[in-house]
């Protein structure tokens, strides 16, 4: 049987790494015609942090994004990123104009492949995978859904401390 994999933490600089994701995903951002806004105010952010697991989770959220777009029907699908750095801390944001989740489901969108998709998806892997990461090395994780118009959709924050 095999276990949960370690995954190894190393100084990094986190806006090239998810600046790197959002570029692997750039294809499917165009085959869905999705706007992207990129605020980028974190350079040179360094952080103790797996590269892996970082671009892992930004597929994962942004990924759930395009999917919603799909489910509800989203005309003018839009997902901002949105980086920012305190005295201390990396902040990211990330936010769409989705169809959001039902409030009751809100509890659950962190446990390990939870979904309330009808379909397949490889998303909730992702919670598992990096599960451990966010509880030790992520110091705030948060997820709302703004589901009254005309701001439907889902913002979620992540904050680690900077090195």
Not at 51 to 71: P, R, T
Not at 114 to 137: A, E, I, N, P, Y
């Amino acid at each position: 049987m095999l276990g949960k994999p370690t995954l190894y933490k190393a100084p990094l600089v986190i806006s090239d790494e998810v600046a790197s994701a959002l570029g692997q995903m750039q294809r499917q951002f165009d085959a869905a015609n999705v706007a992207l806004e990129y605020i980028g105010h974190a350079e040179n952010a360094r952080v103790c942090a797996n590269s892996s697991s970082v671009k892992a989770i930004v597929h994962s959220l942004v990924g759930n994004a395009l999917d919603a777009f799909i489910e509800f029907g989203v005309t003018e699908p839009c997902v901002t990123v949105n980086e920012s750095v305190t005295a201390d801390h990396y902040v990211l944001r990330i936010a769409d104009n989705g169809g959001g989740i039902d409030e009751e489901h809100l509890q659950h969108i962190f446990d390990p492949f939870f979904t309330t998709k009808t379909v397949c998806s490889d998303r909730g892997w992702v919670w598992r995978w990096c599960g451990g990461w966010l509880k030790s090395w992520v110091e705030v994780l948060s997820a709302k859904t703004r589901a009254k118009a005309p701001c439907f959709g889902w913002k979620y924050l992540l904050s680690l401390s900077m090195l």
